[in-house]
């Protein structure tokens, strides 16, 4: 009985040491937002403050540049200042 218990505390110390010792996976941002004056659209003559985001894609195999993913936002004009 004693070595049951004794084995049962050294897999649930051994077990619980592996998974809180684990540092969590530091997950990095590659997106890049400038904000900048731009028009509202084709046809428009009306400069907006725009929040632009460009977000990359994987890269795909045959490719010499990364793709992106382009966002553009109409926002408040205090941010392009």
């Not at 218990?5 to 590659?30: E, K």
């Not at 725009?50 to 004009?77: C, F, M, N, W, Y």
Request: glycine content about 4%; aromatic content about 10%; overall charge positive.
């Amino acid at each position: 009985m004693a070595r049951l218990l004794l084995y049962v505390t050294i897999t649930c110390v051994t077990t619980l040491s592996i998974v809180f010792s684990w540092n969590p996976a530091q997950a990095t941002v590659f997106d890049t937002t400038t904000y900048s004056w731009g028009y509202a659209g084709l046809g428009h003559n009306e400069q907006v403050c725009q929040k632009i985001t460009s977000h990359p894609l994987p890269k795909q195999t045959g490719l010499e540049r990364q793709p992106v993913r382009i966002a553009s936002h109409i926002v408040d004009a205090k941010y392009c200042q």
